[in-house]
Every structure is written in structure tokens, then in C-alpha cells.
């Protein structure tokens, strides 16, 4: 299976402070971001320095674990993927309600609400 055909999509979050001043994320190594969906759904995952590219934090989806040698599996099982990024992903493109963002990195925690 190509990683092509496995690819769902991205969700960028460009993260800002004190109105249009943007947040430089570039070089970050390790981070969190959680949601919570108006139904009281939790979802955590991992953010790899992968996350943070673009001056912008960047989770993926995916539709499955490929097992190639470039593949999902590989990339969980190297600590460059957390599965949950996908299920975060899914819950954010399918909702038709508010989710409650949060990430974290650097000693920084950024909150928003999607809706």
C-alpha cells in the first residue's frame, strides 16, 4: 500500500499571541495537543518534531497502520507518530459541533474552540 493512498489529510494550526503576533514553532521536539468534543469525547495525542513544521502545529490522518517500511507502523514504533493524531483528526473533519482544542509545548499552553 502506497502512503499516497493511505493519506487522509493535514489540519494546520497556525497559533498566535497577543492578536496577529505568530507563534514560532519551527524546531520544536515534543509537544501534546487534546480536544473535546461537545459530546464529552476525549482525545490525546503526542506531537513529534513531524508535528511541527511550517511555523504550525500539523496532525495528520491517516487511514490505516501500513506496515511498510515507510509506513505508519514503522513511524508509531520510531515515536515520530501517535495512532490518536488520526482519531483527533477524524473527530475534528466529521464534527458538525465546537471542539475544545488544546496544545501544548515550550512551557506553553494554547486554548481555542473550534467551531
Known amino acids: 500500500m502506497k502512503v499516497t493512498q493511505n493519506f487522509n489529510g493535514n489540519i494546520k494550526f497556525e497559533l498566535y499571541e497577543y492578536k ?57 514504533k520510531s515515536g515520530l507518530y501517535d495512532w490518536s493524531q488520526t482519531e483527533i483528526y477524524n473527530e475534528i473533519v466529521n464534527s458538525k459541533d465546537k471542539i475544545m482544542v488544546v496544545i501544548t509545548f515550550d512551557n506553553s499552553t494554547y486554548k481555542f474552540i473550534m467551531e
Open 20 to 76: 496577529d503576533l505568530k507563534v514560532k514553532v519551527d524546531g520544536v521536539k515534543k509537544g501534546l495537543i487534546s480536544i473535546k468534543t461537545s459530546e464529552g469525547k476525549k482525545f490525546r495525542a503526542q506531537l513529534s518534531s513531524l508535528s511541527f513544521r511550517e511555523n504550525a502545529v500539523i496532525i495528520t490522518g491517516y487511514k490505516n497502520i501500513t506496515t511498510t517500511p515507510s509506513g505508519v507502523k514503522t513511524l508509531i
